[in-house]
């Protein structure tokens, strides 16, 4: 009887314990997904899952799959999901297959996204903002699907080591700027979908891929199809493609040696054919004939003007040595160039003038092309020296880094290090071998090449900046055509996070505090606005760009950098911008105004400037909450439940006041942000008067002090 018993707990054992080690799910995937349940604003459609706990392996929770005790795919499309997807996605690291699509989250997607997905689907989800960098560092992807969304901007992600990456869905959104030169590493690219978008430029860089189906219907692309690409299913229409014949490859180009395959004849085969069609070796060894003659007969005529041609004011030039006229914008470091050793006294430059110039060079006359040679004998024009603009110089109290510096700092650029994504660059944090820990922020080069302004203009200009509730400009590196800034490091992040993210460590916002952080970033528009000369219109202002310091005060961000920023026609979330931007694209100090005033919403109710997942006549905030700011019940139940009622209800009721002031649609009755700033204080100076708060059944409870709120 006992080996009876004996036998059938082995049996037991052995049947049993395969499920449950598999139901043994790792603590860091199971962490991920109760952060992921509690960010979807706990969906009831999603059964088996838990905002805490749990066992996703074991428990069998909808759309998730394991592999032993790591969740290898997450598939929830289509079940009317709503809020975020979480902030430690990242920790997934045996994630496959992700795919949330067509649900209704909106937002921004967070930049720490698994990082060895081999599929992405994000389609259909309302997603808005810059496409996640983070994609950048996925090898193993071969399927991306980033359609239907509200992405806008360039599109930041480097290519060049998805190689695997077959498919690529990122149709319908308001992608703008030209197609990424990396994605001519997509050496296994079969399907490329980019229509409905505001793409600009050439598709060149897809001239050599291994395409098969392609479609850029609806863009803004310019010059030609390459070739290569023309017999594949191709859908081209809505572009501004160039008329006539393509201009043929330049040698030695990458068309000259396609391989055929699905596109057909190679290039070779298109040149030899039947004999009807091509040119033959005897032509062409007529045509390298008549060239040589050609340029030999025009290097004579040269070389006999440049011996006439006077020349006693510079220094002999080799006249073998060829030469080569550089870009009228380009001139500074070119060896073609001749430097100017002395000037004529006849000259009428001002020789004293021309010592304080650190480098004169001697430029052509330009050419007009409508006129020959003959035309005009510019051997009798006197010579001209082109002075090189001085670079703007770069105040003292900003420290120059290198590229090497910044790489040791941030682990090479690492996700690890990725703290934050913007419309014009990434900010990662740096920690330097001395402790000391900053923000880089590393502005796209696409941003910096359409940009008229000098990069040493733009931090000097920033250097200028200070106020202690203006984030500092500390340093700034430009090598190898790179562009970065270095800023002061904040360790508490932003106020959105604070406002809008869910994180178990952090406690929610106190009334006073939130007070305060108003204030200071009050003071921080009023010394834009009316302090610096000229005056400095931020341009978007957001609780994105308010950075917390240990103590939660504010330091505003991005000052100073709103030409880099896209155009407002641009931007997707018209409800947290002024409307007479979203009308006509202009920002004035009275659109600052409308930006702080929709801050205050945000630290009064706790809600987003947009929130999709809320009913319709809520999701714009402006436009729910305006009517309500003057009537005391209905703003007592604005109020952000995290706050539990302990708030004064006077010092509620004038801040209602002031933002309905800054919140008003015609921009010439906004008040300016010196009048803004009063109006906190004096409410800072009354609520410390007042020790009676609502509690949250009508109770009388007693405030805490609100001191610190004027600091």
């Not at 440049?306 to 030039?317: L, N, Q």
């Not at 609780?543 to 100073?560: A, K, M, Q, T, Y």
């Not at 920002?587 to 809320?614: H, Q």
């Not at 209800?649 to 004038?654: A, E, H, I, N, T």
Request: proline share 7%; glycine share 6%.
């Amino acid at each position: 009887m006992m080996m009876e018993l004996w036998r059938l707990l082995i049996i037991s054992i052995l049947v049993f314990s395969p499920s449950f080690i598999n139901g043994d799910t790792d603590q860091s995937d199971a962490s991920a997904l109760n952060v992921m349940f509690s960010s979807m604003n706990s969906p009831p459609q999603l059964t088996g899952w838990t905002a805490s706990g749990g066992d996703p392996c074991g428990q069998s929770w909808k759309g998730v799959t394991c592999s032993g005790s790591r969740v290898t795919q997450i598939k929830i499309p289509n079940l009317g999901l709503t809020g975020s997807i979480g902030f430690q996605l990242m920790s997934l690291t045996s994630l496959t297959d992700f795919d949330i699509s067509h649900n209704n989250f909106g937002g921004t997607v967070p930049y720490n996204l698994p990082p060895n997905l081999q599929r992405l689907n994000l389609a259909g989800c309302n997603f808005n903002g810059a496409v996640p960098y983070s994609i950048s560092t996925m090898k193993p992807l071969v399927h991306l699907d980033l359609s239907q969304n509200q992405f806008n901007g360039q599109l930041n992600v480097d290519f060049s080591q998805l190689t695997s990456l077959s498919n690529i869905n990122l149709a319908n959104n308001a992608l703008t700027g030209d197609l990424p030169q990396t994605m001519s590493s997509l050496t296994n690219l079969k399907t490329l979908n980019v229509q409905n978008n505001q793409f600009t430029g050439t598709i060149d860089v897809l001239g050599d891929l291994p395409l098969e189906n392609l479609n850029i219907a609806n863009n803004h692309f310019t010059g030609w199809v390459p070739r290569q690409l023309q017999n594949i299913n191709i859908q081209k229409d809505g572009n501004s493609w160039s008329s006539g014949p393509a201009p043929p490859a330049p040698p030695g180009s990458h068309a000259n040696h396609h391989k055929s395959g699905n596109h057909g004849k190679s290039s070779d085969s298109l040149s030899s054919g039947d004999g009807k069609s091509g040119i033959g070796p005897g032509a062409i060894v007529g045509i390298i004939l008549a060239i040589v003659v050609v340029v030999a007969i025009v290097g004579f005529i040269l070389f006999k003007r440049r011996i006439r041609r006077p020349s006693p004011d510079v220094e002999k030039v080799d006249i073998h040595k060829p030469f080569v006229a550089p870009a009228s914008n380009d001139v500074e470091g070119k060896p073609e160039y001749m430097e100017l050793k002395s000037v004529h006294s006849s000259s009428s430059i001002n020789t004293t003038t021309l010592d304080t110039v650190p480098a004169v060079v001697l430029k052509p006359p330009p050419l007009d092309r409508n006129k020959s040679f003959d035309d005009e004998d510019l051997s009798n024009k006197p010579v001209r020296p082109i002075v090189t603009k001085i670079p703007t110089p770069v105040p003292e109290n900003v420290k120059s880094y290198s590229i090497a510096d910044l790489q040791m700092a941030t682990g090479s650029f690492s996700v690890e290090n990725l703290i934050g994504e913007g419309s014009i660059g990434r900010v990662y944090r740096a920690q330097f071998d001395d402790g000391k820990v900053l923000a880089v922020k590393k502005i796209d080069s696409s941003v910096l090449a359409n940009h008229p302004e000098d990069f040493t203009e733009i931090v000097a200009s920033i250097s200028k900046l200070h106020h202690p509730n203006v984030t500092e400009l500390v340093g700034y590196c430009s090598e190898h055509g790179q562009h970065l800034l270095i800023y002061e490091f904040h360790k508490n992040g932003s106020l959105n996070d604070f406002l809008h993210l869910d994180d178990e460590y952090s406690k929610p916002l106190t009334w006073n505090t939130r007070v305060k952080i108003a204030l200071g970033s009050a003071r921080a528009l009023e010394y834009l606005h009316e302090v610096c000369s000229p005056s400095v219109v931020h341009q978007n202002f957001k609780s994105e760009n308010i950075l917390l310091d240990v103590e939660l005060n504010p330091h505003l961000s991005d000052c100073g950098l709103a030409n880099l920023l896209p155009n407002a026609n641009q931007a997707i979330n018209h409800n947290a911008c002024a409307p007479e931007v979203a009308d006509s694209g202009q920002y004035t100090l009275k659109s600052d105004v409308y930006s702080f005033g929709v801050v205050m919403l945000e630290l009064l109710s706790g809600r987003k400037p947009f929130d999709s997942s809320l009913p319709r006549a809520e999701q714009s905030l402006v436009r729910w909450a305006t009517p309500q700011l003057h009537d005391i019940d209905a703003l007592t139940k604005m109020v952000d439940p995290a706050l539990e009622g302990l708030y004064p209800v006077k010092s509620l009721s004038r801040f209602a006041d002031v933002i309905a002031l800054c919140v008003q649609p015609e921009p010439e009755f906004r008040p300016p942000m010196s009048e803004v700033v009063q109006a906190l204080v004096r409410l800072v100076q009354r609520a410390n008067m007042s020790k009676r708060t609502v509690g949250n059944a009508g109770r009388q409870s007693e405030s805490t002090d609100t001191n610190d709120s004027v600091n």
